[in-house]
């Protein structure tokens, strides 16, 4: 039971990191990729549809924690506190500018003034969540898991871990987006293509989750057998469920941002990928 | 760590909860119109109703950003604040906490993307059961949280072992007296909420003489009509838990009734089974019950003269003077909601799982400096981010239905009859230009 525990624990929180990370990732590198307005405003429509449906898989990660291992879920985040504090108040700003963004509309001073402070704010959260996990991944990576790291080595660490968050990103924003955006997001990869540079760095992100979680005494700190035996089974039973409802919305909301607006009504053709993407001997360097 | 340590604490945590409850509150409520008014606009095909659908809808997307963000904070807030409440009472506290990210949040959140972005993208009778799953996986959620929350305040089905307590009986935990007369209670308060904010943001366009009468004529309506069950099933609920507290929390009762010799009595016994200490909750559980009794005398009488003046459209559409009151009396579900609420939780202070673990004894190992660090910056995030949310809500009520682009293009056609839209078109209408 408690070997099935920590599985379903990894399940979730490998999740996060592989779908929420590269939102993340697509929001420290919006002033990066996005030159013109019209670009902020493709890069952001990359991340909205999931934003919601990869942020669910962080609340359901902490959920199992505290479910399965309540005392691990005290002494970690306790130890960690201002960690997650700073997590907290990244992930609470990115949401509101994400949210907020298309909220004042039109095209006056005051409304552009608006959707440039949202973007601002999605960047900053961004950069706060990626930094907050960087700091507590390379802790936990370095066998602390009650208490802050400062040993200045650790900055080390955090840049990698902000890299890797950055280049998953990148992979997600050349996957969603078309035209000049998805050019300036390959350039990076070389010939590569998205779709297999993105399984290559959601692995990396899933083998330093794996490799950071190993370090969490998980294996004597399960919730009493009683609580176990019903609460194991029902998260097992509901989760081909959640994946389902996770796959339906990855499938409908599959289609690339395009680079230019169709008009409403425009017959775009049936094709999935539609829209003006550039021929693929175009993507390299 | 010290004992303002534990008041920081405990002010941090009831600010999270506080708003999170507020908000949460409508967006429970208004769910629940916005998957009626579906159902019948998808029945139908009726413009109007799909018209209500994307109006209500859009409020409701809207309101809905900050119950997650206030959500969040307090999921973590247990495990950074409160970590001696997760050592003692996890296997059960924490247990109903996981079922509810899983089995409720997870869904509903995943289903309000699909419904949001996935407008005009799938047939109408799926996208009718998309909003229906968000809505009754909402109420699963809150059924879940007053799981956690009955538990505290009436333990049962769990038994100590050493120093922590271990499940014994699951069925006792899910169908604990005190989270179903609790989640009663709270699904009328929630559609007590929105029905008042439905007929309050009516009446503003109709006392405008707006253009919409129609729309909103019919909003109000179903407004009032709701209002009534719904302040019909919060009394009854609320009357049941009254009648339980005698059995599991005299001394709520005690200090609410004002009853001292009742008061002493009840301290005494405590301090000869749990030591010395004061076991008398702080007045305000007193002042908080009868802040909501008399909100709800108030909104007894509005309604009562409401359901009989919402019979006739002419009374609807002209009569300003209710319009004047239907808008003000818009912030008394909330008014009363958290009083209930400080009521509640008040009134079983001093403790955190009653009669069991003390707040005292549940408070982290963090430094005051933390702490206040904390609240300082959840406290000034949250204010802003609640000024923001009702400022945005203002706006877009204010502005009626012709400037709403939720679900923009969509006429309530059949989608296969149309020609084939620009599939990101609901993701960049959301995002803005």
Known sequence: MEILAIAILGFYAIGYFVLGGADIGAGMLLPILARTRGERQRVVATIVPYFLTNEVWLVAAAGVLIGLFPVVEGDLLTGLFPLVCALLVGWVSRDAGVWFRGRVDGDGRGARVWRATCDATICAGSWIVAGAWAWILAGLLAGETDHVVTDPTVVVAIGAVLSVFALHGLAFVGLRSSGDLRRRSMRWFGSSGERRMFVVTGAIVAGLVIAAGSNIPLTAAAADRATLDWLVPAILMVTPVLLAAQMWAWRLFRHRIPSHRIPSGHHSGQGSSAVRVKPRSDVGP | ??????????????????????????????????????????????????????????????????????????????????????????????????????????????????????????????????????????????????????????????????????????????????????????????????????????????????????????????????????????VATGGLQFGHLEGTQPMKLAVFAMDGDEIDALQAAMIEQFGAGDYTPPGLARAAGLVMLVVFAAMFWILLVGALLAISRKVIVRFRLWHVVLMAAMPLPYVAMISGWVFREVGRQPWVVYEMLTVDDAVSDISDTAMRASLITFTTLFGVLVAVTIWLMARHARRGPDAVTLGAGELGGDTSSRPARDPSEAILTFVGR
Do not use: K
């Open chain 2, 1 to 234: 760590m010290t004992p303002e340590t534990v008041e920081l604490a405990r002010l941090q945590f009831a600010l999270t909860a506080g708003i999170h409850f507020l908000f949460v509150a409508l967006t429970l409520g208004l769910a629940t119109t916005v998957a009626c008014l579906q159902l019948r606009a998808t029945v139908t095909r009726s413009p109007l109703h799909t018209h209500m659908v994307r109006f209500w809808g859009q409020l409701y997307v809207i309101n809905y950003a900050m119950g997650i963000v206030t959500g969040l904070v307090m999921e973590l807030q247990f495990g950074l604040s409160w970590s001696g409440l997760t050592h003692f009472a996890g296997n059960l506290f924490g247990a109903a906490l996981a079922m509810e990210t899983l089995v409720a949040f997870f869904i509903e959140s995943t289903f309000l993307g699909l419904w949001i972005f996935g407008w005009g993208r799938m047939n109408r009778w799926l996208h009718l059961g998309v909003i229906w799953v968000v809505t009754l996986t909402a109420y699963a959620s809150a059924y879940w949280i007053l799981v956690a929350n009955g538990f505290m305040q009436n333990p049962t089905g769990a038994a100590l072992d050493g120093d922590t307590l271990v499940l014994t009986d699951l069925s006792a935990l899910l169908t604990n007296p005190s989270t179903l007369t609790a989640f009663g209670h709270i699904a009328g308060g929630a559609l007590l909420t929105s029905g008042f904010f439905v007929a309050g943001v009516s009446a503003y366009h109709l006392r405008r003489r707006t253009e919409q009468r129609e729309f909103f004529g019919r909003s109000l309506r179903i407004g009032v009509y709701t209002s009534v069950p719904a302040l019909f099933l919060a």
